[in-house]
C-alpha cells in the first residue's frame, strides 16, 4: 500500500505547486489532482504549464474525478464528453494509473432499469479509450448523497448495487474506488469484500462512521477519521489488506471538521501521514504507546516517595508516642499526691 494526499476537505487547499510540497515534506507516495482545474490550465496556458510542478516533483498521481455525465440525456452526456482527448492526453503525460467515477445516487427522470443499462453501456465504452493510455475507471459509490425518491428516480444506493454495477460492465479496465465510509453507509460489509478479487480495487479510501451516527440520516460530519467513531471498519479492512498483500493506492476521505483545531496545513498533513502508515501495517493510527519506563526509575521514584511518607509517618507516629507517654506520666504523677 501507498499513500495518497487527498486534499478534498483539508482546509489546506492551495495551489498545485503548494500541495506538491505538502506530499513530498510529508512522505506521501501520491497526490490527487483536481482534473477540471488541470483542463483549464491546459487551454489557458498549454500542456506544458499544465503538467510542470507535477512531472518536475516526480509524483504519481493518485487518482482524479472524471468529470462525465453519465447518467445525462445523450446531448449531456456529449457534452460532458468534449474535454475527453484532452483528460485522456493530461493523464497520459502524467503517467496517471486510475481517475474515479462517482455514481449518482438518484435520477431525475430516468427509471432504474433503464439509468442502469446507460451508464453500463457507456461507463463500458469509456473504460475501452482509457484502456489505451493505461488508465483504470473506478466507480465510486455515493451513498451518503442519496436522497428519498420524491418525484425522481432511485439509483445505486447500496454496497450491493455499486458491486452489481461494476460486474455488469464486465470490463477489466472498470473496478471499484473504495471508500470505506460511503461502504458502510450503503449497507456494505466485510464479508463482500473478503468474498472478491482485490483486483477489482482502483484504490482505498478510508474513514469511519462517527458514534453518534443516526442510520438513514447521515450527514458530513458522521464521518470521521479511522478509530474515532464507532465500529473501526477501516482498520479491520487495512488489516485483510495487509493480509492479502494489496500494494495499491490508499488515501484518507478527508472532511474540513475532521481538523478543526489543528495549527496549520502541514500539522493536518503530518497527522494523515502518520495515521495512514499505521493503518497500512495494520495498526490502530490513534492508539498511543506509553513512553518506557527505565528500569529503576519507577522503583527509586516509589521508593523515595515511600521514604518521604515513611518518614512524615514515622515522625507523626514519634509525636503520638511522645504525647501519649506525657499523658500517662502526668497521670501515673497524679495519683500518688491524691493517694
Same mark, same amino acid.
Given at each position: 500500500?501507498?499513500?495518497?494526499?487527498?486534499?478534498?476537505?483539508?482546509?489546506?487547499?492551495?495551489?498545485?505547486?503548494?500541495?506538491?510540497?505538502?506530499?513530498?515534506?510529508?512522505? @506521501?507516495?501520491?497526490?490527487?489532482?483536481?482534473?477540471?482545474?488541470?483542463?483549464?490550465?491546459?487551454?489557458?496556458?498549454?500542456?506544458?504549464?499544465?503538467?510542470?510542478?507535477?512531472?518536475?516533483?516526480?509524483?504519481?498521481?493518485?487518482? @482524479?474525478?472524471?468529470?462525465?455525465?453519465?447518467?445525462?440525456?445523450?446531448?449531456?452526456?456529449?457534452?460532458?464528453?468534449?474535454?475527453?482527448?484532452?483528460?485522456?492526453?493530461?493523464?497520459?503525460?502524467?503517467?496517471?494509473?486510475?481517475?474515479?467515477?462517482?455514481?449518482?445516487?438518484?435520477?431525475?427522470?430516468?427509471?432504474?432499469?433503464?439509468?442502469?443499462?446507460?451508464?453500463?453501456?457507456?461507463?463500458?465504452?469509456?473504460?475501452?479509450? @482509457?484502456?489505451?493510455?493505461?488508465?483504470?475507471?473506478?466507480?465510486?459509490?455515493?451513498?451518503?448523497?442519496?436522497?428519498?425518491?420524491?418525484?425522481?428516480?432511485? @439509483?445505486?444506493?447500496?454496497?450491493?448495487?455499486?458491486?452489481?454495477?461494476?460486474?455488469?460492465?464486465?470490463?477489466?479496465?472498470?473496478?471499484?474506488?473504495?471508500?470505506?465510509?460511503?461502504?458502510?453507509?450503503?449497507?456494505?460489509?466485510?464479508?463482500?469484500?473478503?468474498?472478491?478479487?482485490?483486483?477489482?480495487?482502483?484504490?482505498?479510501?478510508?474513514?469511519?462512521?462517527?458514534?453518534?451516527?443516526?442510520?438513514?440520516?447521515?450527514?458530513?460530519?458522521?464521518?470521521?477519521?479511522?478509530?474515532?467513531?464507532?465500529?473501526?471498519?477501516?482498520?479491520?479492512?487495512?488489516?485483510?489488506?495487509?493480509?492479502?498483500?494489496?500494494?495499491?493506492?490508499?488515501?484518507?476521505?478527508?472532511?474540513?471538521?475532521?481538523?478543526?483545531?489543528?495549527?496549520?496545513?502541514?500539522?493536518?498533513?503530518?497527522?494523515?501521514?502518520?495515521?495512514?502508515?499505521?493503518?497500512?501495517?495494520?495498526?490502530?493510527?490513534?492508539?498511543?504507546?506509553?513512553?518506557?519506563?527505565?528500569?529503576?526509575?519507577?522503583?527509586?521514584?516509589?521508593?523515595?516517595?515511600?521514604?518521604?511518607?515513611?518518614?512524615?509517618?514515622?515522625?507523626?507516629?514519634?509525636?503520638?508516642?511522645?504525647?501519649?507517654?506525657?499523658?500517662?506520666?502526668?497521670?501515673?504523677?497524679?495519683?500518688?499526691?491524691?493517694?
Amino acid at each position: 500500500m501507498y499513500k495518497v494526499l487527498n486534499s478534498k476537505g483539508l482546509g489546506v487547499g492551495g495551489r498545485q505547486n503548494e500541495l506538491i510540497e505538502l506530499a513530498l515534506t510529508h512522505g @506521501f507516495k501520491g497526490v490527487e489532482i483536481d482534473m477540471n482545474d488541470l483542463v483549464g490550465r491546459h487551454d489557458a496556458l498549454g500542456k506544458e504549464f499544465a503538467c510542470q510542478f507535477l512531472q518536475s516533483a516526480k509524483m504519481d498521481i493518485g487518482s @482524479f474525478d472524471l468529470p462525465i455525465n453519465f447518467g445525462g440525456t445523450d446531448a449531456e452526456f456529449v457534452a460532458s464528453c468534449e474535454k475527453l482527448e484532452t483528460i485522456m492526453d493530461l493523464a497520459a503525460t502524467l503517467n496517471a494509473k486510475r481517475c474515479r467515477v462517482r455514481i449518482e445516487p438518484n435520477s431525475e427522470a430516468t427509471p432504474f432499469q433503464e439509468n442502469f443499462e446507460r451508464h453500463r453501456e457507456r461507463i463500458e465504452d469509456i473504460g475501452a479509450k @482509457f484502456e489505451e493510455h493505461g488508465i483504470r475507471l473506478g466507480l465510486y459509490l455515493q451513498a451518503s448523497s442519496a436522497v428519498e425518491a420524491d418525484g425522481n428516480y432511485k @439509483f445505486i444506493q447500496t454496497a450491493e448495487e455499486i458491486l452489481t454495477l461494476v460486474k455488469a460492465i464486465g470490463h477489466a479496465n472498470v473496478g471499484l474506488s473504495l471508500d470505506t465510509w460511503e461502504w458502510v453507509v450503503g449497507g456494505g460489509a466485510m464479508d463482500q469484500i473478503s468474498d472478491m478479487d482485490l483486483a477489482i480495487l482502483t484504490e482505498v479510501i478510508l474513514s469511519d462512521v462517527g458514534a453518534d451516527a443516526t442510520p438513514g440520516s447521515y450527514t458530513a460530519a458522521d464521518r470521521v477519521l479511522p478509530c474515532t467513531g464507532g465500529d473501526p471498519f477501516s482498520l479491520k479492512l487495512c488489516q485483510f489488506l495487509k493480509e492479502k498483500g494489496y500494494d495499491g493506492a490508499l488515501s484518507m476521505g478527508t472532511e474540513a471538521h475532521m481538523y478543526a483545531g489543528a495549527p496549520n496545513r502541514h500539522d493536518v498533513a503530518g497527522k494523515l501521514s502518520t495515521m495512514l502508515d499505521k493503518l497500512a501495517d495494520g495498526e490502530d493510527p490513534t492508539y498511543v504507546e506509553e513512553p518506557e519506563v527505565e528500569e529503576g526509575e519507577e522503583g527509586e521514584g516509589a521508593e523515595g516517595a515511600d521514604g518521604a511518607d515513611g518518614e512524615k509517618a514515622a515522625e507523626e507516629t514519634k509525636d503520638g508516642a511522645a504525647k501519649d507517654a506525657a499523658a500517662d506520666g502526668s497521670k501515673e504523677e497524679a495519683t500518688p499526691a491524691k493517694a
